[in-house]
């Protein structure tokens, strides 16, 4: 079945303990990338890849890392977490990031910060 | 920047109505625009997909209409159901590939 998955997807964690949430996708897709969601505000893109090595900024990347060393993963990396990164975090995926391209959606991570 | 707002933030309706869901932007110069349900504990899954060439598109009890020049987009449901009860969101695709959501509507079905 094609789909993305996300692990964990809950997570309580503490201010300043290193986590990481993985992302995969089974689809071959070349473009990857993570949302997180606020109530209010909708979903922020917080960074993005092109393809394997390739990885930009979206609107919201402070406190956040990545990286794209096989092209199915995608983990998502807070180095230092803080309460203000509590929310509902997804990854997406599409076959090749131009521009309409359909995104595939995970089924997201909730993660709280005390 | 593009800024797209979703009106009202929850709504509830007596099962079997119809009723429609706004969507709307600041920005016209978009490329296409979605509808995505997102039901609790699960991801987005996508509705319609209208390119800005378009005026509508239709899936099963579902129309979606994009007039483009107004910035607005609705969704319209049919004869609605309570297994129709989720959040939707709406999502616009700008002529860089940039993609902004609105904060969705919750929509709520009573049998």
């Known amino acids: 079945e094609a789909q993305v998955t996300q692990n964990p997807r809950y997570l309580i964690t503490v201010t300043g303990k290193k986590l990481t949430v993985t992302c995969s996708q089974n689809?071959?897709?070349?473009?990857m990338s993570w949302y997180r969601q606020d109530p209010g505000l909708g979903l922020r893109q917080i960074y993005y890849?092109?393809?394997?090595?390739?990885?930009d900024k979206g609107d919201v990347p402070e406190g956040y890392k990545v990286s794209r060393k096989e092209k199915r993963n995608f983990p998502l990396i807070l180095e230092s977490p803080s309460p203000n990164q509590t929310s509902l975090y997804f990854c997406?995926?599409?076959?090749?990031?131009?521009?309409?391209?359909?995104?595939?959606f995970g089924p997201g991570t909730r993660l709280t910060v005390l | 920047k593009q800024e797209v707002t979703q009106i009202p933030a929850a709504l509830s309706v007596p099962e079997g109505e119809n009723l429609v869901l706004n969507c709307s932007f600041t920005?016209?110069?978009?490329?296409?625009l979605q509808w995505f349900r997102q039901d609790p504990g699960k991801g987005l899954t996508s509705l319609l997909l209208i390119q800005s060439s378009q005026r509508e598109q239709t899936s099963g009890r579902l129309n979606a209409s994009l007039d483009k020049s107004s910035g607005r987009s609705t969704l319209y449901i049919a004869a609605s159901q309570p297994g129709d009860s989720a959040t939707y969101l709406c999502?616009?695709?700008?002529?860089?590939?940039?993609?902004?959501f609105g904060a969705g509507t919750r929509l709520t079905v009573k049998p």
């Open positions: 997406a995926s599409s076959l090749s990031g131009t521009l309409g391209d359909t995104q595939y």
């Open positions: 920005d016209s110069a978009i490329y296409n």
């Open positions: 999502a616009v695709v700008n002529n860089n590939n940039d993609m902004r």
């Open positions: 890849s092109m393809n394997v090595e390739v990885t």
């Open positions: 689809m071959n897709h070349e473009y």
